[in-house]
């Protein structure tokens, strides 16, 4: 079932004469990992308030789940779980006592409360620290908290914003696996981040952000493609051989090839072409001494697109 | 554009999470023992006087409110001056700190209007500040039996009643003030003090800079003239309101409220209590001041709030 679920028409929000997001158009299909991802300042945040509901549009459209968040908050919010952008709990109240809250504004039904709210969060790790106050949990508990709510409320629809932010390595990781067991049980999961690296692996597609607008969109191997024009980069360094770069040049899918130092080439490819790298360098009488495959990274993608790093040469930082 | 689903969904589960946040919150033990320990205070100093003066007052028990012996004040006195300051207590932090604890998005996240939570907010504030007014009634009222050991009169029960709604609408204004400025003022801290201090303004200098103000609007009026309009300037605050409806409800011989002149006086006794009702009467333009006063602020706080923008 491939229908859609989020419709962006043309979203428009001004403040005054500032436009914060311009035009914005983009739809997720039921199931999907959708990254609205980019700067801060580009207008993610905004975009997703006006989704929700929590922000008035100024001009466009939007349908959630068919309904209009302008005209319909209620509905949408109904069956949207919402993670804003470092959550906040009561510290006062135990994690369990917050889901009471929240399940008894939901309208979950008094019998039922209590099983869902056991059940979710059971299902993000937080069932021996229930009935601790929210005061001390640490930054990834509350985020996870913040998850179980959306489990218990049996969204249709999670939105993240910004699950990541501020969170350990381990941490976001274990974020991360549990916004794929989100997608696993059948919830479309749009997420907002500004950390390229941390979600190009749990993305299906993506929306790139500048400036209130979306300047690429797409899964990212088509981004890749679009923009690097490959979706793959084989690193290869030899010693010695004969015209290796017309031969490398030549492997059916490379796009480009490009000579970084004495014996070390970048190839930019629509495919693994190692195996062919390989002979290649053989063939040309030279000792192959390191053969690596790159996927297209998202960070390569976005600086290479908005011309921060006009080589492609990317620090690796998060 | 008409929005679809009930505004006030969600109203009673906000104001009975937000009510028990309130009861059990230090900060409210801390105002309750400071109005209850205050309020004896006055009360011990009023039974002391009054046990020694008047014995013939047909409104003893009204004198429990208003009789004040040095240096203390009366409990009138100690109220007008502390249900302020528990009402913007409990109100100055309502949707700020909802900002500052970075809940309120996620809250409003859930299927309800931003109307539920403000609303929500507002009654469980008011209902803590009724709880406690209340109890401190019925303290006032058992203490006044036990230590005067005179029942009070039906009248007297009904003045001291109509005077517990009053205190409780006055309750009602400031608490719509703090949580007007609880949504205009991001920071806790700014709109307690903008609020204390209009508090201290409206209630220790305007009343008397009104007279003087008026000399200002309108040079070389005559002595009537400018002392009702000063009256009327002073009346701004609700300070004035209430100190002039408990004068009119607790002291039953009060005639009125501003300057009589001599004919209106023509056939009066001086000094004979006026029916409860007319005493009512007397006040009334007060106390449908201080109501419409709290709902104005209210309205004002929910357009403030529906206007803002929820991110952090």
């Given at each position: 079932?491939?229908?859609?679920?989020?419709?962006?028409?043309?979203?428009?929000?001004r403040?005054?004469?500032?436009?914060?997001?311009?035009?914005v158009?983009?739809?997720?299909?039921?199931?999907?990992?959708?990254?609205?991802?980019?700067?801060?300042?580009?207008?993610?945040?905004?975009?997703?308030?006006m989704?929700?509901?929590?922000s008035?549009?100024?001009?466009?459209?939007?349908?959630?789940?068919?309904?209009?968040?302008?005209?319909?908050?209620?509905t949408?919010?109904?069956?949207?779980?919402y993670?804003?952008?470092?959550?906040?709990?009561?510290?006062?109240?135990?994690?369990?006592?917050?889901?009471?809250?929240?399940?008894?504004?939901?309208?979950?039904?008094?019998?039922?409360?209590?099983?869902r709210?056991?059940?979710?969060?059971?299902?993000?790790?937080?069932a021996?620290?229930?009935?601790?106050?929210v005061?001390?949990?640490?930054?990834?508990?509350?985020?996870?908290?913040?998850?179980?709510?959306?489990?218990?409320?049996?969204?249709k629809?999670?939105?993240?914003?910004?699950?990541?932010?501020?969170?350990?390595?381990?941490?976001?990781?274990?974020l991360?696996?549990?916004?794929?067991?989100?997608?696993?049980?059948?919830?479309t999961?749009l997420l907002?981040?500004?950390?390229?690296?941390?979600?190009?692996?749990?993305c299906?597609?993506?929306?790139?952000?500048?400036?209130?607008?979306?300047?690429?969109?797409?899964?990212?191997?088509?981004?890749?493609?679009?923009?690097l024009?490959?979706?793959?980069?084989?690193?290869?360094?030899?010693?010695?051989?004969?015209?290796?770069?017309r031969?490398?040049?030549?492997?059916?899918?490379?796009?480009?090839?490009?000579?970084?130092?004495?014996?070390?080439?970048r190839?930019?490819?629509?495919?693994?072409?190692?195996?062919?790298?390989?002979?290649?360098?053989?063939?040309?009488?030279?000792?192959?001494?390191?053969?690596?495959?790159?996927?297209?990274?998202?960070?390569q993608?976005?600086?290479?697109?908005?011309?921060?790093?006009?080589t492609?040469?990317?620090?690796h930082?998060? | 554009?008409?929005?679809?689903?009930k505004?006030?969904?969600?109203?009673?589960?906000?104001?009975?999470?937000e009510?028990?946040?309130?009861?059990?919150?230090?900060?409210?033990?801390?105002?309750?023992?400071?109005?209850?320990?205050?309020?004896?205070?006055?009360?011990?100093g009023?039974?002391?006087?009054?046990?020694?003066t008047?014995?013939?007052?047909?409104?003893?028990?009204?004198r429990?409110f208003t009789?004040?012996?040095?240096?203390?004040?009366?409990?009138?006195?100690?109220?007008?001056?502390?249900?302020?300051l528990?009402?913007?207590?409990?109100?100055?932090?309502?949707?700020?700190?909802?900002?500052?604890?970075r809940?309120?998005?996620?809250?409003?996240?859930?299927?309800?209007?931003?109307d539920?939570?403000?609303?929500?907010?507002?009654?469980?504030?008011?209902?803590?500040?009724?709880?406690?007014?209340?109890?401190?009634w019925?303290?006032?009222?058992?203490?006044?039996?036990?230590?005067?050991?005179?029942?009070?009169?039906?009248?007297?029960?009904?003045?001291?009643?109509?005077?517990l709604?009053?205190?409780?609408?006055?309750?009602?204004?400031?608490?719509?003030?703090?949580?007007?400025?609880?949504?205009?003022?991001?920071?806790?801290?700014?709109?307690?003090?903008?609020?204390?201090?209009?508090?201290?303004?409206?209630?220790?200098?305007?009343?008397?800079?009104?007279?003087?103000a008026?000399?200002?609007?309108?040079?070389?009026?005559?002595?009537?003239?400018?002392?009702?309009?000063?009256?009327?300037?002073?009346r701004?605050?609700?300070?004035?309101?209430?100190?002039?409806?408990?004068?009119?409800?607790?002291h039953?011989?009060?005639?009125?409220?501003g300057?009589?002149?001599?004919?209106?006086?023509?056939?009066?006794?001086m000094?004979?209590?006026?029916?409860?009702?007319?005493?009512?009467l007397?006040?009334?333009?007060?106390?449908?001041?201080?109501i419409?006063?709290?709902?104005l602020?209210?309205?004002?706080?929910?357009v403030?709030?529906?206007?803002?923008?929820?991110r952090?």
């Amino acid at each position: 079932m491939t229908d859609i679920v989020i419709a962006a028409d043309r979203l428009t929000k001004r403040y005054g004469d500032a436009t914060v997001v311009d035009h914005v158009s983009f739809d997720v299909t039921r199931g999907e990992i959708f990254g609205v991802l980019g700067p801060n300042g580009a207008g993610k945040t905004t975009t997703i308030l006006m989704l929700i509901g929590l922000s008035e549009i100024s001009e466009g459209a939007a349908r959630v789940l068919g309904h209009d968040p302008a005209r319909d908050p209620l509905t949408v919010k109904r069956h949207v779980g919402y993670l804003p952008d470092s959550v906040g709990f009561y510290d006062n109240l135990s994690g369990v006592d917050n889901l009471h809250y929240t399940a008894r504004l939901i309208g979950i039904p008094g019998l039922e409360r209590e099983k869902r709210i056991k059940a979710s969060l059971e299902r993000v790790g937080l069932a021996d620290v229930g009935h601790k106050k929210v005061g001390a949990y640490s930054r990834g508990m509350r985020q996870r908290l913040g998850l179980a709510e959306i489990v218990m409320k049996d969204a249709k629809i999670a939105i993240l914003d910004e699950p990541t932010n501020g969170l350990d390595p381990q941490a976001s990781l274990e974020l991360l696996a549990l916004i794929r067991s989100l997608k696993s049980s059948g919830v479309t999961v749009l997420l907002s981040s500004h950390l390229l690296d941390r979600v190009q692996s749990v993305c299906d597609r993506v929306a790139l952000f500048q400036n209130g607008r979306i300047a690429l969109i797409g899964t990212i191997g088509e981004l890749g493609r679009q923009v690097l024009g490959g979706g793959f980069a084989v690193d290869v360094e030899c010693h010695g051989g004969e015209d290796v770069l017309r031969r490398l040049a030549d492997i059916a899918g490379v796009r480009s090839v490009s000579q970084e130092a004495g014996g070390v080439f970048r190839l930019l490819c629509d495919r693994d072409v190692r195996p062919e790298a390989a002979a290649a360098v053989v063939a040309a009488a030279g000792k192959l001494t390191r053969l690596e495959l790159e996927r297209a990274s998202l960070e390569q993608i976005y600086t290479r697109h908005f011309g921060d790093h006009p080589t492609g040469e990317v620090p690796h930082a998060a | 554009m008409q929005r679809k689903g009930k505004a006030w969904r969600g109203v009673g589960i906000v104001t009975l999470k937000e009510l028990s946040d309130h009861l059990s919150s230090a900060r409210m033990r801390v105002l309750e023992w400071l109005v209850v320990l205050t309020a004896l205070a006055a009360l011990y100093g009023a039974i002391q006087s009054v046990r020694n003066t008047t014995a013939q007052d047909p409104f003893l028990f009204l004198r429990l409110f208003t009789t004040a012996q040095e240096p203390l004040p009366s409990f009138v006195g100690f109220l007008s001056f502390l249900v302020p300051l528990m009402a913007i207590g409990l109100g100055f932090d309502a949707v700020n700190g909802e900002h500052n604890r970075r809940t309120l998005s996620r809250i409003l996240s859930q299927p309800i209007y931003r109307d539920a939570l403000l609303f929500g907010k507002f009654l469980a504030a008011l209902a803590t500040l009724a709880v406690s007014l209340v109890a401190l009634w019925l303290l006032v009222i058992g203490l006044g039996l036990l230590l005067l050991g005179v029942p009070p009169g039906g009248e007297e029960m009904l003045r001291a009643l109509i005077f517990l709604g009053v205190t409780i609408a006055y309750a009602g204004v400031w608490l719509a003030l703090a949580m007007l400025f609880s949504v205009i003022f991001r920071s806790a801290a700014t709109a307690a003090l903008v609020t204390l201090g209009l508090w201290l303004f409206l209630t220790a200098i305007w009343p008397a800079l009104a007279s003087g103000a008026i000399q200002l609007f309108m040079p070389g009026a005559d002595q009537a003239t400018s002392l009702i309009g000063g009256q009327m300037l002073a009346r701004l605050s609700p300070a004035t309101l209430y100190g002039e409806t408990t004068l009119a409800l607790l002291h039953p011989t009060t005639r009125a409220l501003g300057p009589i002149y001599l004919t209106q006086l023509q056939g009066a006794i001086m000094g004979a209590p006026l029916p409860l009702g007319e005493s009512v009467l007397i006040a009334w333009p007060q106390i449908v001041g201080l109501i419409a006063a709290t709902i104005l602020l209210f309205v004002a706080g929910y357009v403030a709030f529906q206007r803002q923008e929820v991110r952090a």
